[in-house]
């Protein structure tokens, strides 16, 4: 490799590169139009595809695992994104590995995430609207202002998770497997499910959060939880 040549695959245009294989791991294409591009066996691990025109190109055996895609991104016909291992509304994504990603405003409505490992990953403003998430790792998991609106937690874990200013309404959080040092602190729509959240273990209650300085049941309570009315 010529180091005085190299170009990061996150720096990569959204054009072939001189060899015909694309290597764009990481980068960010975000609203453009690629046209014909031929992107067959390209990597675009991890790249930002959201508002891309995609309809023209091929994508034959390209890597897409942990792209970014929106409902404003066009694919080529007969092509399946909820299953090809990219990131947005409606993708399968049920026991993979996403601990620590970024996925900080990204829209995941109607993708299922069961049994998914989403450990340290942040969620942050993220729209998770009917999402599956029975069985998945939460664990210190930040979802600060996130949209969880129906969201399904199954059985769970949400140890340490952030959801302070989260949408919770209508969140079926009954059977989930811990709560332990999770922060609710301005969460909206707990109003039904408080009661039985502050009657879970005194261990999970009282275990304190050092990065919201809280414990999970000062979260809960009434002056900290918001309200849809507020």
Partial sequence: MELETWNPPENAEAASQPDGRVDARGA???????????LSGAKLCRTDLRGTDLSGSNLEDADLRLARYDTSTRWPDGF?????????PGARLSGVFLNSTDLRGMDLRGAVLMGTYL??????????DGVRLAGADLRRTVMRGASCVGTRFGNA????ADLRGAQLQDAQLDSVESIRGADFSAAVG?????????????????????????????????????SAMN
């Fill in 28 to 38: 960010n294409w975000s609203g453009c139009a690629l046209g014909s591009a031929d």
């Fill in 80 to 88: 399946d994104p909820c299953g090809c291992g990219a990131v947005g």
């Fill in 190 to 226: 707990l109003e039904s499910i408080r009661a039985q959240l502050l009657g879970r273990e005194a261990h999970e209650l009282d275990c304190w959060n050092p990065l919201t300085r809280s414990t999970t049941r000062e979260s809960l309570s009434e002056d900290s939880v918001g």
């Fill in 157 to 160: 874990q949400l140890d340490f």
């Fill in 119 to 128: 450990s340290g990953a942040d969620l942050s403003g993220a729209v998770l």
